[in-house]
Nanobody
Framework: VQLVESGGGSVQAGGSLRLSCASS????????MAWFRQPPGKEREGVAS????????AYADSLKGRFTITKDNAKNIAYLQMNSLAPEDTAMYYC????????????WGQGTQVTVS
């Protein structure tokens, strides 16, 4: 599985962005798709995940209500809608995938930069 993120960029505080993660093969049934981010000088942290089989989602507590993860199984694309962005959301955002019976994310994209000023 190869993952390619897009949609990052620079935005003013209060704005919105939608990130996309396209997978090279079907992840429609047995995968968890997730978004992680790594702010400058900080460790990578989990943002949100979605179970592709039933659409069940999970979010970092601090991001609930502002970020929404969705999945288009027909297109093999996962999205991260980010609203009310703040400077502290500035980070490299990564898409990842894992088989549902594994705990580690084995597949990672190259990342897309989000800068909020």
């Amino acid at each position: 599985v190869q993952l390619v993120e897009s949609g990052g960029g620079s935005v003013q505080a209060g704005g919105s962005l939608r990130l996309s993660c396209a997978s090279s093969s079907s992840t429609s049934n047995t995968y968890y798709m997730a978004w992680f981010r790594q702010p400058p000088g900080k460790e990578r942290e989990g943002v949100a995940s979605i179970y592709t089989q039933n659409g069940r989602t999970a979010y970092a507590d601090s991001l609930k209500g502002r970020f929404t993860i969705t999945k288009d199984n027909a297109k093999n694309i996962a999205y991260l809608q980010m609203n009310s962005l703040a400077p502290e959301d500035t980070a490299m955002y990564y898409c990842a995938a894992r088989l549902c019976w594994l705990t580690q994310y084995a597949y990672w994209g190259q990342g897309t930069q989000v800068t909020v000023s």
